[in-house]
C-alpha cells in the first residue's frame, strides 16, 4: 500500500526521448487484482499515484507512452535509437515493477495545499 512520503520516477516521452524525473511527497496506491472473463483470467492491475501540486506546477503526461516506477533508479533509458530505448525499457522491467501512465489531470480545487495531480495507470 501507498505512503505519502513516497518518490516516484517517471520517464516523460518527449520529442528527444525519454526523460527521467524523479517527484518526492507522492502518494501511491497499486491494486494487483484479476477478472475471469470468457477467454480466461486476465490481469486488472490498477495504479493511482497523487503528486502534490507544490512539488510540481506543470506535468504532462503522454498516455499509454510515459512509465512510472516507485522509488528511484539509476536507470536510464538510452534514446540513441529505438533499439536502445527498447533494450533500456526491457532492462527497467527486469528490475522495476514499471507500469504505464494511462491519464493524469490538475485537481484544483479547495485551499492550494490540497491541490493536486492524479495519474493513473497500469
Same mark, same amino acid.
Given at each position: 500500500m501507498g505512503k505519502q512520503t513516497e518518490k516516484v520516477t517517471i520517464f516523460h516521452l518527449g520529442s528527444n526521448g525519454y526523460e527521467k524525473s524523479v517527484y518526492a511527497k507522492?502518494?501511491?496506491?497499486?491494486?494487483?487484482?484479476?477478472? =475471469?472473463k470468457k477467454s480466461g483470467l486476465a490481469s486488472v492491475d490498477s495504479l493511482y499515484v497523487s503528486i502534490p501540486y507544490s512539488v510540481?506546477?506543470? +506535468?504532462? =503526461?503522454?498516455?499509454?507512452?510515459?512509465?512510472?516506477?516507485?522509488?528511484?533508479? +539509476?536507470l536510464e533509458i538510452d534514446n540513441t535509437s529505438e533499439k536502445t530505448q527498447s533494450?533500456? =525499457?526491457?532492462? +527497467?522491467?527486469?528490475n522495476h515493477n514499471l507500469l504505464? +501512465?494511462?491519464?493524469?489531470?490538475?485537481?484544483?480545487?479547495g485551499s492550494k495545499r490540497m491541490w493536486h495531480w492524479e495519474l493513473s495507470g497500469k
Open positions: 507522492c502518494f501511491w496506491d497499486e491494486d494487483q487484482a484479476t477478472a =475471469i510540481v506546477q506543470s +506535468l504532462e =503526461i503522454n498516455k499509454g507512452k510515459d512509465y512510472i516506477i516507485q522509488g528511484e533508479t +539509476l533494450t533500456s =525499457i526491457k532492462e +527497467l522491467k527486469a504505464t +501512465l494511462s491519464a493524469g489531470s490538475l485537481k484544483n480545487h
